[in-house]
């Protein structure tokens, strides 16, 4: 079954930066369209960015100028540059496909901002 490993949370302080990966297995993943989400608690899940299987980008307004997103499809791998990360980034960070399938969910990765 297709399944998305993410990794690279943590607690880092305000400003500072972090990197996600996202792992990904049994799909065609070089011409698949890749994005991450974030829930943060109480909240429900949303859109942080995506990027297209020709290296198009997309990014919600909150983070835009401050998280890059890359792929690597010899890797199979997705990544999440954040940068300048603020306390209300605190969220679980997840991947998927651009078009979200909702049996693909992982664990994701928890990234807490707090001084």
């Known amino acids: 079954q297709v399944q998305f490993v993410e990794s690279g949370g943590g607690l880092v302080q305000p400003g500072g930066s972090l990197r996600l990966s996202c792992t990904a297995s049994?799909?065609?993943?070089?011409?698949?369209?890749m994005a991450w989400f974030r829930q943060a608690p109480g909240k429900q899940r949303e859109f942080v960015a995506a990027i297209g299987r020709g290296g198009s980008t997309k990014f919600a307004d909150f983070v835009k100028g401050r998280f890059t997103i890359s792929r690597d499809n010899p890797k199979n791998t997705v990544y999440l540059q954040m940068n300048s990360l603020k306390p209300e980034d605190t969220a679980v960070y997840y991947c998927?496909?651009?078009?979200?399938?909702?049996?693909?969910w992982g664990q994701g990765t928890q990234v807490t901002v707090s001084s």
């Open positions: 998927n496909m651009a078009v979200v399938v909702d049996s693909y």
């Open positions: 049994r799909i065609i993943f070089s011409a698949s369209a």
